[in-house]
């Protein structure tokens, strides 16, 4: 069965600084997607990134990247000038190809600084 | 475009009662999925359904909980005889899926659901 692990309960950042959350996770299969949804308070899920475990390139979406290193099994994102509207609890993701369900992590809660 | 909507938003009820709550996808959406979130964890997997069919439950789903997805649009998730530990945000997501490429699930806002 997959497994994500998020060590980082709570991290902080001052607006307009760079900020990395970290993601683990273990997967028997070759072939799996991993992703990063962010939940503000009392707020819906949102998709941040995606990333294919084929590809070698790193995603890239405007602020937000990820260093995908398929043989750690690591999976960290990278917010770079840090909003206070990336204040958000932020989830990491798998799902197998030959799956469909979300195996989320516990979670780690952003908080921009002004 | 409309995202995925849930309803109820809020439900408190009184142990021992029966809930329901509506997921309505994306429309051209052919899954879609249910979730709970206790307060500080991830979502965790309950269901879900391709069309019509419901293809996958979890362990986590009992025997009191039931979901349908009678026309392949929206979704109904049952909930009976309620109990303390069902207290927690259930959430739907939707996605397409179109042959063997991984679909990105969408989610809607969840129903808070609160069994006194």
């Known amino acids: 069965a997959q497994t994500v692990t998020q060590s980082q309960p709570e991290m902080s950042v001052q607006e307009a600084e760079t900020v990395t959350l970290s993601c683990t996770y273990d997967?028997?299969?070759?072939?799996?997607?991993l992703f990063w949804y962010k939940q503000p308070p009392s707020r819906q899920m949102i998709l941040v990134i995606r990333q294919e475990a084929y590809k070698q390139q790193n995603a890239t979406e405007n602020r937000f990247s990820v260093n995908f290193q398929k043989a750690a099994k690591s999976f960290s994102l990278k917010i770079s000038d840090s909003q206070l509207g990336d204040t958000a609890m932020y989830f990491c993701a798998l799902v197998e190809t030959s799956g469909s369900r979300l195996t989320f992590g516990e979670g780690t809660q952003l908080t921009v600084n002004p | 475009d409309t995202g995925v909507s849930q309803d109820p938003r809020h439900k408190i009820t009184k142990r021992g009662q029966n809930v329901t709550f509506r997921c309505d996808p994306i429309s051209e959406h052919n899954r879609l999925y249910w979730y709970r979130q206790t307060l500080g964890q991830g979502p965790e997997f309950l269901t879900y359904?391709?069309?019509?069919?419901?293809?996958?439950k979890s362990r986590l789903l009992s025997d009191r909980f039931s979901a349908e997805r009678p026309k392949g649009s929206f979704s109904t998730l049952e909930i009976q005889r309620t109990e303390q530990g069902d207290s927690a945000m259930y959430l739907c997501?939707?996605?397409?899926?179109?042959?063997?490429?991984?679909?990105?699930?969408?989610f809607g806002p969840g129903t808070r659901l609160t069994v006194l």
């Open positions: 359904f391709q069309n019509e069919a419901q293809l996958e």
């Open positions: 997501a939707s996605s397409f899926r179109s042959g063997q490429n991984t679909d990105t699930q969408y």
């Open positions: 997967t028997s299969e070759n072939n799996y997607y």
